[in-house]
């Protein structure tokens, strides 16, 4: 999830240490560097090179490992990281805590996000592997590490996206008073979470795109997605009305955004020289509870995007300038 209000789901307490002077991986950054490696994975074979890496920014229970100095009594070593670079990274205790670029003084959970600076500058913070085992999160269908491997890969996918779609929620950000509930990618959700005649047509909605993803005809599939497409615009027409006209915009754009990073991680689970798993697997696996509306409709929709075989897509999708998955449908299937 794109966290711009930040929620702390668990605080723990682990145990770690981390020799000053070693050049070698931290033991707290055990399994990192598959993180990496599955993401060289996925640009390397479906969304091109990264054109900057973000600054970094690990911790576990007591340490963070940041590829940027956080304060003067860091210390320093040698670690691999993004696009097959081994990195000079930073280290020392962050007393429950941690500054990141953005100015917030964020306290440190269980949590995993990417952002910007004032400067458009995108940066990842995110538990290390440990973290998450010690909190007991599961998944029946992939597996611990192949789970959180998928969660960062998702995250990690929104640095790529923070000059131009990241870039466009800011500005609507300033320009717009958030309150009740405050900008995030759930804002529809939580907007409209209690209106049962409203998530009767969204999941109506959702399942259509699912029907078009899984349908093994294409030209049945194009029309699956138009019609989904059709309920879509119906939907946005008649709830996003008045002070909830900008619903319009943003409903695109976290659709985007999220379903962008749902199928990043997809992508390296259901690859055989990734993950392994199968494709119904890898969907079902993303999928997990099906109660983050932006994430669940989203990742329909990429799926029908990538199977419609549509030339250069993550290109556009990553531009500073760049095309809506609703944009994108609808040019691939020909809708009205």
């Excluded at 999941?203 to 029907?211: G, I």
């Amino acid at each position: 999830m794109l966290m711009r209000n930040l929620t702390i789901i668990f605080l723990l307490i682990i145990s770690s240490t981390l020799s000053a002077t070693s050049q070698s991986i931290p033991p707290g950054m055990n399994g990192v560097p598959a993180w990496f490696s599955a993401w060289d994975f996925v640009c390397g074979h479906k969304f091109g090179s990264s054109p900057e890496t973000p600054v970094i920014f690990l911790y576990d229970d007591s340490l963070y490992y940041s590829t940027a100095p956080v304060a003067a009594t860091d210390k320093r070593f040698h670690c691999p990281g993004p696009g097959g670079k081994t990195l000079e990274w930073y280290t020392g205790a962050h007393h429950g805590t941690l500054r990141i670029p953005d100015g917030q003084l964020v306290p440190l959970g269980l949590m995993s996000f990417a952002a910007a600076d004032s400067a458009g500058h995108p940066f990842f913070v995110m538990a290390v592997p440990g973290f998450w085992e010690k909190a007991g999160v599961q998944s029946k269908e992939l597996g611990l590490d192949k789970l959180v491997t998928a969660v960062f890969l998702h995250e990690f996918a929104h640095t790529r996206q923070q000059r131009g779609m990241g870039a466009t929620v800011t500005a609507i950000e300033q320009q717009h008073p958030f309150k009740d509930p405050p900008l995030s990618d759930d804002i529809v959700q939580h907007t409209f979470s209690k209106d049962s005649v409203y998530t009767d047509g969204w999941r109506k909605e959702t399942d259509l795109f699912y029907q078009a993803a899984f349908h093994t005809d294409k030209q049945a599939r194009k029309k699956l997605t138009c019609d989904a497409l059709r309920m879509l615009h119906e939907r946005q027409a008649r709830y996003f009305t008045g002070d909830k006209k900008i619903l319009r915009e943003l409903d695109d754009i976290f659709l985007t955004m999220e379903g962008l990073g749902q199928f990043s991680g997809l992508y390296w689970l259901q690859h055989p020289a990734g993950g392994g798993f199968t494709y119904d697997v890898a969907v079902e696996g993303m999928r997990r509870k099906r109660n983050q509306w932006s994430q669940e409709e989203g990742l329909a929709m990429f799926l029908v995007l990538d199977r419609l075989d549509v030339e250069k897509w993550p290109r556009q999708v990553l531009a500073d300038e760049p095309e809506t998955i609703v944009q994108l449908l609808h040019s691939a299937c020909g809708c009205p």
